[in-house]
């Protein structure tokens, strides 16, 4: 359960948020060997280049410019891509569990600046700071797990029919891996990736979000050493910062073997489409419409900090955000009367404030979303319990804040595009149902398919919600929220949230190629299924 403070003061909140770049920033970019004075460059397949197109880095909290990066031209990714399948076939000879050293000096080395990287995804993003040091964290436990990984990636033997004969199922190195990040997780979900694709034995390129160029230079200044020191080309951990040229030039190689993509469903379409339609394999995670579904007998001690801590944090802009809220009838006002007395205690301030809870939304389109949103609920006649506008006073106002909103729509109908359609920003809507098999059918309706929450004490609904008349999303929790998940199980959703899977799990087994060997010890050469073809 997530300990519940009041945020700083108003007066103190001015005082941290107002403070220039040179404050702020200029310390934070330089302990990760970023330059503060100059451009800086976007690509980097084993040196550090990019005369392409200018991208800027602005801080969501502040509206200033962090950086410009110098993103690749079309031949410089040509040529950052050539040398990524040089590494890969580099990297295959590289014994398994060897690419496990390699993953655990990495981490060692993440670790020694993961407070550093943490307040970076603060800065760059704008999630607050114990959040940001949480996903360096989750790179750093991916890369635990890469290394026990890389010596029990095994195959398996299968029994013949035919004597003398055994069947193995092999998996190899797959050869590139194009990871095509969002801004929300910046670092941890590369490292998802990185981790076991590495300890798979391919290579990485790296295009991240447009809009947090900084983190990923950052990560990529340290991974790039570790692989240096080791005698690794650089380009087995290439970065191609860039925009939509640079996304549509990796899906559309057909060096790239595998593309894992992280965004929108309208996009990951797109990408999707690419990938396949030069046979190369794709790994999805878009959208997530989430749900938590309360019964009567719920502990509300743990299930309402929990639901605010989904549909809050992050300012809303987590993949497993917690969306649409389902209450029981019967507890309803009084979960909805303790959740209000949380929402109130928020004081939006600098992310990397100690005890801020709300720091902003990413971008000013993302306030565009959230005002569309908001629109949307008020032309429908729902009841906006708190919340509902934006953060306009000084000094607020430079930054991308907005207020988080509880809502009750009119209409509980799954199908109304206030409940269909994942709106990227802290709106919770809710409903009020009698049955769990209502509320089973509610969280169900919708497209999206990621993440869900059960809050029960009674096993009967714990039997339901985990079976087969139950939750249909790729993450089915009980007595958890939606949001804050660990590596050590995959993640991924289904539905339209793409059906794919990273981290924990049986996850590695999409970065490899398999191959069904049957070896044949004995002196004859029977055919299976008993056929005869003797002349």
Not at 146 to 163: D, H, T, Y
Request: proline share 5%.
């Amino acid at each position: 359960m997530i300990t519940i403070k009041r945020a700083i003061s108003n007066t103190r909140a001015s005082q941290l948020i107002t403070r220039g770049l040179s404050s702020r920033a200029s310390p934070i970019l330089s302990s990760l060997g970023i330059s503060t004075t100059e451009e800086i460059p976007g690509l980097y397949d084993g040196e550090w280049r990019g005369s392409g197109d200018i991208i800027t880095s602005i801080c969501p909290t502040t509206g200033e410019i962090l950086a410009r990066v110098k993103t690749a031209t079309p031949q410089e990714l040509h040529e950052a891509l050539g040398r990524t399948r040089e590494a890969y076939t580099f990297l295959r000879d590289v014994p398994a569990p060897r690419r496990g050293e390699i993953l655990r000096q990495i981490r060692e080395a993440l670790a020694s600046k993961r407070e550093e990287l943490g307040a970076l995804v603060s800065l760059e993003m704008g999630k607050i700071k114990t959040e940001g040091i949480g996903e360096v964290q989750e790179f750093i436990d991916i890369c635990d797990y890469g290394v026990g990984l890389s010596r029990m990636m095994n195959g398996r033997v299968v029994a013949s029919e035919r004597p003398g004969h055994s069947i193995l199922e092999v998996p190899n190195p797959l050869g590139v891996v194009a990871v095509l990040s969002a801004f929300n997780f910046p670092v941890a979900v590369y490292g998802w990736n990185l981790a076991l694709s590495l300890a798979a034995g391919n290579a990485t390129i790296w295009k991240p979000s447009p809009t947090t160029p900084l983190c990923s230079i950052a990560v990529t200044n340290i991974v790039s050493k570790v692989l240096e020191s080791n005698g690794v080309p650089g380009a087995a951990a290439g970065l191609a910062t860039g925009g939509k040229d640079i996304g549509e030039a990796i899906t559309e190689s057909k060096d790239v073997e595998l593309v894992s993509f992280t965004g929108s469903e309208k996009v990951g379409k797109i990408v999707g489409k690419t990938v396949m339609s030069r046979f190369g394999k794709v790994i999805l995670e878009l959208g997530g419409n989430n749900a938590s579904i309360v019964m009567a007998d719920a502990d509300l001690s743990l299930a309402v900090p929990s639901v605010f801590f989904g549909a809050v944090g992050t300012a809303g802009q987590r993949c497993t955000s917690t969306r649409r809220l389902y209450l029981h009838r019967k507890i309803a006002p009084e979960f909805l009367s303790r959740l209000q007395k949380l929402y109130s205690t928020i004081v939006p301030a600098d992310p990397l404030a100690s005890g801020t809870l709300l720091g902003p939304m990413h971008t000013r389109a993302s306030l565009n979303v959230y005002s569309d949103a908001i629109h949307r609920l008020q032309s429908s006649e729902a009841e906006i319990l708190t919340g509902g506008r934006r953060y306009e006073e000084a000094p607020l106002d430079a930054g991308n804040f907005v207020q988080p909103t509880i809502a009750i729509p009119k209409s509980a109908d799954p199908a109304d595009q206030i409940w269909s359609r994942e709106t990227f920003a802290p709106i919770l809507n809710v409903a009020i149902f009698d049955e769990i098999d209502q509320a089973i059918a509610w969280n169900n309706a919708v497209p999206q398919g990621l993440s869900s929450s059960l809050w029960t004490r009674d096993m009967r609904n714990v039997g339901k919600w985990i079976g087969p008349r139950g939750s249909d999303a790729g993450i089915v929790n009980v007595n958890v929220g939606t949001s804050g998940a660990e590596i050590g199980a995959a993640f991924g959703g289904n539905k339209s949230t793409g059906w794919g899977r990273e981290s924990g799990g049986d996850a590695w087994k999409q970065y490899v190629r398999w191959s069904a060997c049957t070896i044949n010890f004995s002196d004859e050469a029977p055919l299976a299924q008993g056929v005869n073809f003797s002349a």
